[in-house]
């Protein structure tokens, strides 16, 4: 009876053991780094960067010497649906595709004019994509992004995600940007990457993708592109702005000064008075100086006052350029006017939700900046004038 | 081994033979069916995750669906339901110690009423903890293990509870207190790491339709604190009576704040598109990401997770078993936990039809359902119970007086 027990144990055990259904060996993964979406000739085109193992462990780069990483290869499958160009590429690696580790996403410009409202709902319901993923968009291709080798990073998903968290331009998550287009303003405003030329003796794949401009989105659909000195405007009022610097010159100095930006805070302040909506923006910042090629010494207040005069004049211009470009040229609200509007006046926000588009570019903003100059970096007064005293 | 030699308090409950006014014929009804003992710390440790293990899935959803951004309130409004369920189970326990609420009802409304009564809750309880053992696999085989087959999912997990319960409330009791403090614990780091990623402007418009959307949403915690009347059926094995309201306030103003927090990390997260995902939790442990190498760490959260479902599978059907075994008049529940996990294991699969999944049963209606067998139907016999005793009350006094 004893021995019955005793045998029955492991045969009971093995009907629980047979199966572990899920198990996938991790050499049996083909690990997506990074997705990029193309739209060409009515069809969605689905590229992945795959992280090819071989060749990130071994430390012997005696081998071809060509790319300097190389430890990422591209595959691309079109369909008429994204689901559709999943399944197919599917059948061109002979790997079993993992999405969990995609912390990329980058859209092309051409996909993006058909609407995304189909790649968002794929990146939301596929159970693997992370939705922390950044979200990027491109002026070409997408897949031309994703095969660069980065000389720098592992790969050029790598290089696009720590430029995403340097905040050069935006930092958009898959999920923030079904939220910022399902929200009430419906817009989304998408960091756009382009290739940097290699060095002339590199192989052409030898680069980096760095950021320039902003796409526009409104509804789920591209409208616009921005670049300097609009795109800066931009991200001023999307509280998006970081890491930059920005030359100041006023009269009658010659020369100018460059201004670091060291904080920001944009505030949105919606009014409703007798029926009319206006929006105040309120804009704090505090600088660097980091450039004076003026001959003025900072260490003077008349100058620092003027400076800082002079540079929330060149902020609020630049403002009220977004501003223009958003509520005249492209009727649509970017910067989540809708959103506090919603907020603050829930009860005539519900009244005017549908006449939002004929409303918001009727919107008066106005723009208020306050901005400090509250560093001189290591120096005070001007540095490197050659000595004209003499004479 | 278990039921062991120590403190069986079998003198404590003895009174009740001389306290029970009618309906006391067939004295094995009056048993518990088991002896084991827990102290109310380790009652209130196996309530927690009993409500909260299936309520923090759905609860974000659903509220956000009905109440919009004044979801994080839902909970609390939901908590009265809870204070309800306490009091009338800490009021028939009084009335009646020593006794659940299958035995109870039938001193109250007599035998036969008691007994359909009882027979309401021996047909519910299945249904109730299949739909929990079906939550349960669902959510696992969406999120963790794709491919496993959901049979294989939740008869693994039936067939350790069903061990749990076995060994009986003692072992059930300990284990919760084992296992839900590491849920606490890991529950407040996913909301800690949660912190950088908040939006707290979320928590406006407020009242953006009005108050009614809020009590419309308020349903869905409240059938989830409804739950708390596990307490009619496990109060009786509690050895020291001393402080239970105020460990029992206490267990609810924790559940209570737990969904409120739960709440308002899904909000401030995921805003308005809480309620366009099936588990919006998962979603907001998925989202989690620390200086670029704290992340992917959804699959701690699963785990953690089952020690919770597990509590509350072994409450239910620990509930289940000995109530059965009371309603036959049964001396001992074990004989039955066997074959009634299997019963649940099936009901698992009939509470849901079609493919639809279980984002569809737990709706508005189920959560009346839900409400109105645990509570309404304990609240009427607790009514009865009161009218009972007044009327004792009025007639010894006329006889007093005449």
């Known amino acids: 009876m004893r021995i019955c027990r005793v045998l029955l144990l492991p045969i009971l055990s093995c009907v629980l053991l047979s199966g572990c259904w899920d198990r996938i060996e991790i050499n049996d993964l083909a690990i997506v780094l990074a997705t990029g979406i193309d739209y060409e000739e009515g069809k969605v085109q689905l590229t992945s960067q795959i992280f090819v193992p071989r060749k990130a462990g071994g430390g012997d780069s005696s081998g071809s010497g060509g790319s300097p990483s190389g430890v990422t290869m591209i595959r691309t499958a079109e369909g008429r649906t994204i689901a559709e160009a999943l399944n197919r590429l599917q059948r061109k690696v002979p790997r079993n595709m993992f999405w969990g580790h995609c912390e990329v996403i980058i859209i092309s410009e051409q996909a993006g004019k058909r609407g995304i409202r189909e790649y968002i709902d794929f990146f939301l319901r596929y159970p693997q994509f992370r939705e922390h993923a950044y979200v990027f968009s491109s002026e070409k291709a997408a897949k031309d992004i994703l095969a660069l080798l980065d000389p720098l990073e592992r790969s050029s998903a790598e290089s696009l995600r720590e430029m995403a968290n340097l905040k050069l331009g935006t930092r958009v998550t898959a999920l923030e940007l079904a939220k910022s287009i399902e929200g009430p303003s419906s817009s989304a405003i998408l960091s756009r990457m382009l290739v940097l030329p290699p060095e002339p003796d590199q192989d052409k794949l030898t680069t980096t993708p760095y950021v320039k401009g902003l796409s526009l989105y409104n509804k789920d659909r591209y409208v616009k592109t921005v670049k300097e000195p609009m795109s800066v405007g931009v991200l001023l009022l999307a509280k998006e702005l970081n890491n930059i610097i920005m030359p100041v010159e006023f009269k009658p100095l010659e020369g100018s000064f460059s201004i670091r930006l060291i904080e920001i805070k944009t505030a949105l302040k919606p009014r409703i008075v007798n029926q009319h909506w206006s929006m105040k923006v309120d804009i704090q910042t505090n600088g660097e100086v980091v450039l004076n090629t003026t001959d003025a010494n900072l260490t003077d207040p008349a100058v620092l006052t003027k400076l800082e005069q002079e540079w929330s004049a060149k902020l609020t211009s630049l403002a009220y350029d977004a501003i223009d470009l958003s509520q005249k040229e492209l009727r649509s609200d970017f910067f989540k006017f809708a959103v506090e509007f919603r907020r603050y006046y829930p009860k005539q926000w519900k009244k005017q939700e549908k006449n939002w588009e004929t409303l918001y570019p009727e919107l008066d903003v106005e723009v208020k900046v306050d901005a400090h100059v509250v560093r001189t970096g290591k120096s005070t007064g001007p540095q490197g004038i050659p000595n004209e005293d003499e004479t | ?402």
């Open chain 2, 1 to 402: 081994m278990y039921g062991g030699v120590h403190h069986r308090g079998t003198n404590r409950t003895r009174p009740i033979y001389t306290q029970a006014t009618n309906a006391t014929k067939g004295a094995g009804s009056h048993m518990l069916t088991d002896k084991g003992k827990i102290s109310e710390t380790q009652l209130a440790f196996m309530v927690f995750p009993a409500i909260l293990a299936t309520a923090i899935l759905s609860v974000p959803g659903i509220t956000m669906h009905y109440a919009g951004h004044d979801m994080w309130m839902t909970p609390i409004l939901g908590s009265l339901v809870g204070l309800a369920a306490i009091g009338i189970s800490i009021g028939l326990d009084r009335m009646y110690p020593g006794k659940t609420l299958i035995q109870s009802s039938v001193s109250i409304v007599g035998r036969i009423p008691g007994k359909l009564f009882g027979l309401i809750y021996i047909a519910f309880l299945p249904h109730l903890t299949g739909l929990i053992i079906r939550e349960y696999g669902e959510f696992i085989v969406n999120n963790a293990l794709p491919s496993t087959p959901l049979f294989v999912v939740m008869g693994t997990m039936v067939v350790v509870c069903a061990i749990n319960v076995r060994l009986g409330i003692e072992v059930v009791g300990r284990t919760s207190q084992v296992f839900v403090t590491l849920l606490i614990v890991l529950l407040a780091l996913i909301f800690i790491l949660l912190i950088g990623e908040l939006n707290p402007a979320e928590l406006f418009p407020f009242m953006e339709k009005g108050p009614i959307p809020l009590f419309t949403g308020a349903t869905a915690p409240a059938a989830w604190f409804s739950e708390y009347i596990v307490l009619a059926f496990l109060l009786p094995y509690v050895n020291q009576k001393k402080r239970t309201t105020r460990v029992m306030m206490g267990s609810l103003v924790l559940t209570t704040t737990a969904m409120t927090v739960t709440n308002l990390f899904c909000l401030f997260l995921i805003g308005d598109l809480t309620d366009t995902f099936v588990f919006p939790v998962m979603i907001a442990a998925r989202y989690i990401t620390i200086a670029d190498f704290l992340q992917h760490i959804e699959s701690l959260i699963i785990a953690v997770w089952i020690f919770g479902i597990f509590v509350k599978i072994s409450v239910f059907l620990y509930i289940f078993a000995t109530s059965t075994a009371e309603w036959f008049g049964l001396k001992d529940y074990k004989p039955v936990v066997v074959p009634l996990s299997f019963l649940c294991m099936v009901f698992a699969y009939w509470v849901v039809s079609g493919g639809s999944g279980i984002s569809s049963l737990v709706s508005a209606s189920a959560n009346l359902y839900t409400i109105s067998i645990l509570l309404i139907l304990p609240a009427m016999i607790y009514g009865v119970a009161w009218l009972k005793k007044g009327w004792a009350h009025v007639r010894k006094n006329r006889a007093s007086t005449d």
